[in-house]
């Protein structure tokens, strides 16, 4: 299986089953097109372009490729190395929020229940879970969510302590990670966190009325005029470790591109804003209507992603990261992201989810963190849904990108784990395609 | 190649032996939260 696509007259062609990429002429795209390289009837027809003789050299450059298995390679059949071993955890500090987003998935940080802080204790036993369920593997993640977590900052501190003395005793690693609103930030909390946080991501929309529009606070005004200084002096302090200006687009921006610029102008260096996950029903949801819409967008933003790198103003935009080496590798790359065999999200209470995005869904709760794992039967329905068993994503040019996209999105909108959510896959093979082009022009 | 340039230097079945430790990071954990995305995390092996 092949992929075709064309930006800005550069062209491009990725074998699926290897991960190559190409970058070529239009020649050896016009040829690819209906595979008219295999059949004289219709190369000929390109030697009034490109001359025959040139034609027939683009042939042989393409025969030569197919030899080396560089393109069209034939599907291997991986069968699945890793073994299932949860060692990733989203950690609910919190189900309470001191902000009140009207997009929030979690419902205002309840999750539809009580509001609720997760203790010492309760933390105590996920880590100790997690160290045990987690076999072989030395890398651990613990990411400290909500709510906000900041409003429960005194257990995080015990927690990351706790998380240092016993990755010693077991000869683990812990990586601790904050998602946070902000509103909290203030120095005591920015020093902490610059310290023991691998990663940390600043939730933020961008420019203030689209902020604003969204991210209220508990007396529905907006957020940004306390947010933006609090994650300005959050960032300056931060030096090269890495965190995310992090943003929802809505049905309300659809030219979120302006968002990052916003974002990139005020400093902010890292960046990733992504669509809402919300149902179609509300106002402010994406849906088919606007993906074509949104696909320009993503072309303003990779201009204006290149001019920056051009011009010493250089950022990261998440979604146009891509490792063409170095990247996972295959077996990661079928299983997808790894809820409920590798990471579950635990509530205050210390029931433990497939992922942060079923929380509060009873039927979605496979155990706790005092007896492990209890629901086998739903543990299994994330075992079998790598790319290569969902129809649509099998025959898909992108499988080995998103491998199989989010489970949650695809439960939302399809009721089912292997019907992928089609805005997302519309939208992410976009992203994929720019992300290429980028790294070409680099 | 006179008219093609191969971006990436190895295939994802390079290797494959020895690849599969699973210490990579998990996807959601670090920017998204909301969507899967695989092929821009690194390998730890």
């Known amino acids: 299986m092949i992929h075709l696509f064309n930006i800005d007259e550069m062209y491009f062609v990725t074998d699926i089953n290897s991960g190559l990429v190409h970058v070529v002429d239009e020649i050896i795209y016009d040829l690819l097109i209906d595979e008219k390289f295999k059949d004289e009837n219709k190369f000929s027809k390109l030697y009034s372009k490109y001359g025959k003789e040139t034609v027939e050299e683009a042939i042989s450059e393409l025969n030569y490729l197919i030899e080396k298995e560089m393109l069209y390679t034939k599907e291997t059949n991986i069968e699945n190395k890793i073994k299932p071993a949860i060692k990733a955890m989203c950690l609910n500090m919190t189900h309470d929020c001191n902000l009140s987003c009207e997009y929030c998935f979690a419902s205002q940080g309840t999750y539809n229940g009580e509001k609720g802080f997760l203790s010492f204790e309760t933390g105590k036993k996920a880590f100790d879970f997690l160290v045990k369920s987690s076999g072989n593997r030395r890398n651990l993640e613990v990411d400290f969510f909500g709510g906000e977590p900041l409003m429960n900052f005194e257990t995080i501190k015990e927690l990351v302590e706790y998380g240092r003395k016993i990755e010693k005793e077991h000869n683990k690693h812990f990586r601790f990670t904050i998602t946070t609103n902000g509103l909290l930030l203030d120095h005591e909390k920015i020093n902490y966190i610059n310290e023991n946080m691998d990663n940390v991501v600043l939730s933020i929309d961008g420019r203030k009325e689209t902020n604003d529009r969204m991210r209220k606070t508990q007396n529905l005004k907006g957020s940004y005029d306390v947010i933006i200084n609090n994650f300005k002096n959050f960032v300056n302090k931060r030096g090269d470790k890495d965190y995310f200006a992090r943003g929802t687009y809505t049905s309300y921006n659809l030219d979120f591109s302006e968002d990052v610029k916003h974002l990139r102008e005020l400093g902010f260096d890292k960046i990733s804003v992504e669509p809402v996950v919300a149902s179609p029903n509300e106002k402010y949801a994406i849906k088919e209507e606007h993906v074509e819409i949104l696909k320009k967008e993503y072309e303003n933003l990779a201009k204006y992603y290149i001019e920056c790198s051009n011009n010493d103003k250089k950022f990261q935009f998440f979604h146009f990261n891509i490792e063409l080496d170095g990247g996972p590798c295959i077996y990661k790359r079928t299983i997808g992201c790894g809820a409920g065999t590798e990471y579950v999200a635990v509530t205050p209470n210390g029931d433990l989810y497939p992922c942060h995005q079923f929380v509060g869904q009873d039927e979605f709760v496979v155990g706790n963190v005092h007896e492990g794992i209890t629901n086998d039967q739903m543990i299994s329905k994330f075992k079998n849904v790598s790319v290569n068993e969902k129809a649509v994503c099998k025959e898909c040019w992108a499988k080995y990108y998103c491998s199989g996209g989010c489970h949650a999105n695809a439960y939302n909108f399809n009721k089912s784990f292997h019907i992928p959510y089609s805005v997302g896959c519309e939208l992410e093979k976009k992203r994929i395609e720019l992300s290429i082009y980028i790294k070409a022009r680099s | ?45």
């Open chain 2, 1 to 45: 190649m006179k008219f093609i340039k191969t971006l990436n230097s190895t295939k994802f079945t390079d290797s494959i032996s020895v690849k599969g430790c699973g210490e990579c990071q998990t996807s959601c954990q670090s920017a998204c939260k909301t969507s899967c995305t695989v092929g821009n995390q690194k390998c730890e092996n």
